[in-house]
C-alpha cells in the first residue's frame, strides 16, 4: 500500500532511483578503501544499491507509461 502511494509520484521515485544510482557507483570507489572493510561487504553494499536503483527507476518508468 505504501509503495503503491509512492509509485503515484513517478518524479520522486526517478529522483530516489538516481540518488541510489550515485551512491552505488560513489560506493564502489570509496568503500575499498575503509581499511578494515571485508571486500565482500563492500561488493554487497554496492549491489543493494544498484538493485535499489534499477528497481526505482524500472518502477518509474513503468509508472509513467500506465
Known sequence: ???????????????????FLIAA???LRFL???PHM?????DGLSGVFYGLAIGLLLLSLRSRRG
Open 1 to 19: 500500500m505504501l509503495l503503491r502511494k509512492v509509485s503515484q509520484n513517478s518524479t520522486l521515485v526517478m529522483r530516489l532511483g538516481l540518488l
Open 25 to 27: 557507483t560513489l560506493s
Open 32 to 34: 575499498n578503501r575503509i
Open 38 to 42: 571485508p571486500e565482500n561487504l563492500a
